[in-house]
């Protein structure tokens, strides 16, 4: 299609140093499965946020007791 595109465009005129932008093509094995997607964002927020809480609390001189 481009090719043609530009043939046409070389018929009417245009200068040859314009470009000409290509359709997008969809990469194979891309998912989009919002649920799927939602449920991993879920599970690594979980596991990320305790261990940040794992290692703030390995780092604190603090000793607690129970009340």
Do not use: C, H
Request: charged share 20%; hydrophobic share 40%; proline share 4%.
């Amino acid at each position: 299609m481009t090719e043609r595109v530009a043939e046409e465009a070389m018929a009417n005129g245009f200068d040859s140093d314009w470009i000409f932008v290509e359709e997008p093509t969809k990469t194979v094995g891309q998912s989009r499965s919002l649920p799927r997607s939602l449920a991993l964002g879920l599970l690594g927020g979980l596991v990320v946020g305790a261990g940040s809480a794992l290692i703030v609390d390995r780092r604190s001189n603090r000793m607690y007791s129970p009340a």
